[in-house]
């Protein structure tokens, strides 16, 4: 082996002790039932909420849109060709 691979490995080595002998952490003097995300975090999580619903409906209409003007698009074919499908021979 050469001489970084073998420095290498020892780097590696020693990092591995220190995390394998990493002291631990104390133990907390405040209750888990105290430890809430308050009042920011409950207005962050509903912005995000908000967003997302506003995204979706965004998201909903736009393709609708697409949609309806390939449906009058095809029509307009049809029409510039002389054919009419079924549904409007009637006129409407």
Same mark, same amino acid.
């Given at each position: %082996? =050469?001489?970084?691979? @073998? %420095?290498? @490995?020892s #780097?590696?080595?020693?990092? #591995?002790? +220190?995390?394998a =002998?990493?002291?631990? =952490?104390?133990?907390?003097? #405040?209750?888990?039932?105290?430890?809430?995300?308050?009042v920011?975090?409950?207005? *962050?999580?509903?912005? #995000? *909420?908000?967003?997302?619903? @506003? +995204?979706? +409906? &965004? %998201?909903?209409?736009?393709?609708?849109?697409?949609?309806?003007? *390939?449906?009058?698009?095809?029509? @307009?074919?049809?029409?510039?060709?002389? /054919? +009419?499908p /079924? &549904? &409007?021979? &009637?006129?409407?």
């Open positions: %082996m =050469t001489l970084s691979v @073998l %420095m290498a @490995l #780097v590696l080595g020693g990092a #591995v002790v +220190l995390a =002998t990493s002291p631990s =952490t104390p133990a907390s003097t #405040v209750p888990d039932v105290d430890v809430t995300p308050g920011v975090g409950f207005i *962050a999580i509903a912005a #995000v *909420a908000v967003i997302t619903i @506003l +995204l979706i +409906l &965004d %998201m909903t209409r736009r393709i609708r849109r697409t949609r309806y003007r *390939a449906e009058i698009r095809a029509r @307009l074919e049809a029409e510039e060709r002389g /054919e +009419l /079924e &549904d &409007d021979r &009637d006129g409407v």
